[in-house]
Every structure is written in structure tokens, then in C-alpha cells.
């Protein structure tokens, strides 16, 4: 009977034993893989650049990682969603991108390596006034940083909220504004978004979804637990499951990414954000911004849920531009940017490379 604990004892000794072993194990694959994914996107040639960096945006560190085959193609600041929705871990995407512009990916206030500098206490100093002011300052840097006179900007989802104000203030930084997953008015646009995911849950016997938006009910929102759970659904809903496990393949084997940056990653989009920022978010209506001096493109998923593309048609119409144009990527909801990259990279080039 004595013998039974220490054979228990040893036995626990080899679980932890196998446990380390399949860890170590798991973790020297993932480096294998970020060497390959870093060989396979890396910058060469004697004009290329590539720099990540720390610069004081707003009174904080803020990340900034630049990339490019040439410094002569022109500089395209990518505004991430979210809040807090980093893309740097989604840099290999972008490599096809790499070729023709200099790629610049900056993790705002309360995301990815900047909120990494700041902790979680930053959340309190999100808004989008002071969020589009930290946006104006990253393209200031650019400016002089990479000696260009302007730079094109692109938004996504709560970046084109960051986006628009950013291109109202300072039109004399940027060459171009390009939406995608653009929010136009989104008190309207949440209504239309529940109404079409409960259809379309309905029509696909899909209970579980069902159960989730009729136990959330209809908006607005009132706090953030309905609001984590509403986009849940809307994640379920506008992702291709293929695409998925690739992006999240891609996540995970990013070069450069530790893994404590993918947690912050994780925690930026979904803890880190208060009632306060997203309410904003939940109230934005940009319908009022509708006169630009700067050429407008908007590069929308003919399928997006959550940024319905009826209404940005509707303001598409409205706004007075040095020159604007519309596309619908069909079969392509809200992530179109991630999706349909080829496409979206293609419709690009034709409109802001010249």
C-alpha cells in the first residue's frame, strides 16, 4: 500500500516531464515558423525599409513599424479597428502591399506594443478626438521622417471614425483617404446590422445565435457586456471559416511577435476598451463630414454586416470631393481588407499609386 503514492508520485513526474518536452517542443515549431514567414516577407534591395520604433504620439510611446521595397512608392497609413484591434500581427498580409507602397502599421493608444508601454490604465485616455489628434501626429512624423510631402491614409471600421476626423483637420497631410468597413452612421447602422444577423441566423437554423441577439435585444446598447457578445456574432457572421484558420495561422507565426505581444494583443481588443470609448464608437455619425479637400475612395464588402454598405452608398453620394469613387467587393463582408486582399490591393493601386 506504502508503494501506491510514490508510484502516483512518479507518474506525476512524467506528466510534468512529457508536459514541458510537448511545450518546448510547441514553441521551438513556432520559431521555425516565424523564420520562415520573416525569409519568405523579407525587405531587400538597397531602398527597401523596414523599422519598428517607439515615438512620442501624444504624450506616450506609441509603435510604429514601416515597411517597403522602395522609399520612392508612396507611404500608406493603415488605421487599425477595434479599439485596440492591432495589425502588426497580420504584417505578412500586407507583403504583396509591401512592393508598391511603404506599409505603415501603428498600434494606437490601448493596442498591441503600445499599449505593451502603457498598461491598461491608458483606457481611460481613449477617445476618438484625442485618438485622431495622436493619428495627425503619426503623419506628421512620416512626413519628415520618411521626407514625403503627403501620405495616403486608410480606415477600417472604428479607424475610419479616426480616418474622416483625421482628413477634416488636416487635409494638407494626406494625398488621399481610403474607408473600408467604413462607418457612416452607426446608431443606424447597428439597427440595420442586428436586423440582418437575427435573418440571417433564422434562415440558417442557427439557434445559438438566435438565442444570443434576442437575449442581448435590440439596440442601442447599454453596456459592455451586450456589446462583447453582439460582435461575437458579428465575428461568427462576417468570417469565411477558411479565412479564419489562415489569419489565425498567420497570428500565431508573425515574425517578431512574442508570445506575451499576442496577448496584449488579445487583451487590447477585448479588455481593454471602456463603456466610454465604445459608446462613442456605438454613437459615431459622420454624415455631417461630407465636404473633403482630399480625394475619397471607398473599398467596401458588398456582404458587410456591421457597416452596412446601403448607407455608405447613401453617404458616398452626398459627399464633394476633389475626386470620389466607390467599389463593392462582392461576396465580401467587413473584414474585405483581410479577406480579398488581392482584390482590395488591386482596386488600390488603380486609384492612389500614381
Known sequence: MKSFPRIGLRVLLVLVALAILAAGAALSYRAWRQHLVAEATAIRGPDGIDEGMYVKIGGIDQWVQIRGWS???????????????????????????EKHFTV???????????????GPRIASTMSVERMAQDGIEVAEFLRGHLHKEKVVLLGHSWGSILGVNMV????????????????????????????????????????RSVAELTAIGAPPFANMEQVR?????????????????????????SPGLSLYDLHERQLGFTRVPTWSVYNEMLSADLRSVNDFQVPVYFIQGANDDLTPASLVQEYFARIQAPHKELVLLPGVGHFAVWVANDRFLRELLRMVSG
Open 71 to 97: 522609399r520612392a512608392n508612396p507611404v500608406i497609413l493603415c488605421l487599425h479597428g477595434g479599439p485596440g484591434g492591432t495589425w502588426l500581427a497580420l504584417t505578412p498580409l500586407f507583403a504583396a502591399w
Open 104 to 118: 505603415v502599421m501603428w498600434d494606437q493608444r490601448g493596442a498591441g506594443k503600445t499599449l505593451e508601454t502603457t
Open 168 to 207: 477634416r483637420k488636416r487635409p494638407d497631410l494626406f494625398s488621399a483617404y481610403v474607408g473600408t468597413g467604413q462607418v457612416v452612421d452607426m446608431p443606424r447602422g447597428i439597427s440595420v446590422a442586428y436586423t440582418q444577423l437575427l435573418n440571417e441566423a433564422r434562415a440558417s437554423h442557427d439557434g
Open 229 to 253: 457578445r453582439f460582435f461575437g456574432v458579428v465575428d461568427w457572421y462576417e468570417s469565411d471559416g477558411r479565412a479564419l484558420a489562415f489569419m489565425r495561422d498567420m497570428v500565431l507565426y
